[in-house]
């Protein structure tokens, strides 16, 4: 099958091995992008293989994995010092094993996982990662906005492309806007217009359905080509 995937297994700093899947890019690569899962769905989700497929077929090396809990069968998410350390393992193995990640990586997510990658970001300046794709990022929980998770994106510190769509029950972009406006130009906001947390619309119209994913799609890699050309392989820390 055209795009199919190779499995790499990580070993984890908690004394564990998760599953990772790279989608090599369907000509020379012109980046590495990692991609953690949501919280209620593992890398094998219709969402996380047709995003990866569409990214790899437009020329980028994709990498999803496994959170721990996800490997282990495990319904409830671990606590996030186990998710980051998780995502780190992962992005050593990634560098070692993936040649176009040495020259320039990517990493995010959606929902969580690009929540746990921003995480791990903002711990690590020194982390040789060109910028983060966030995939409907959790502003907080539905119904919630009062518990914000943003206390810690000021200290990313690189590029940030925020997919948000218009519905999305765990931060809107109007909600969105005001957080990211602070950032110095590091956030930019794509708004999916309809579009849930999985950018869904709210109308069953496969046409219009898939243009939009095309749309999210060529936006990742429009993003990741304008980030690169500012931003020298020779930054990114072997």
């Known amino acids: 099958m055209k795009n ?14 998760t ?5 090599p890019a369907s000509s020379s690569p012109l980046a590495t992008l990692i991609l953690g899962h949501g919280a209620g769905a593992g890398q094998r989700s219709a969402f996380m293989v047709s995003m990866s497929r569409a990214l790899a077929a437009l020329g980028i090396d ?14 409830i998410p671990d606590r996030a010092p186990v998710l980051e350390a998780c995502y780190r393992s992962v992005i050593d193995a990634v560098r070692r094993e993936v040649e176009s990640a040495r020259a320039r990586l990517f990493i995010g997510g959606k929902s969580m996982g690009g ?25 907080h929980p539905p119904g919630r906005p009062d518990q914000r ?21 765990f931060g809107t972009p109007a909600e969105l806007s005001p957080v990211l406006a602070p950032l110095d130009q590091k956030a930019t906001l794509h708004v999916v217009d309809g579009g849930d947390h999985s950018f869904k619309l ?3 119209d496969p046409a219009k359905q898939a243009a939009v994913l095309d749309d999210v799609e060529r936006t990742v890699v429009e993003w990741i080509q304008q980030v690169s050309s500012m931003t020298s392989p020779s930054r990114v820390k072997p």
Request: charged content about 20%.
């Open 115 to 139: 929540r746990i990658a921003t995480q791990v970001a903002a711990a690590d300046r020194d982390l040789p990662v060109a910028g983060l794709i966030l995939l409907g990022y959790p502003l």
């Open 4 to 17: 199919s995937p190779s499995e790499l297994k990580v070993s984890v700093e908690v004394s564990a091995e």
């Open 62 to 75: 994709v990498v999803t994995f496994n959170f721990l809990y996800t490997e282990q069968q495990r319904r």
């Open 19 to 23: 599953t990772a899947l790279v989608y």
């Open 149 to 169: 998770r943003d206390r810690h994106l000021p200290s990313v510190g690189r590029p940030m492309l925020f997919v948000q769509g218009s519905r999305d029950g």
């Open 202 to 204: 709210s109308r069953n």
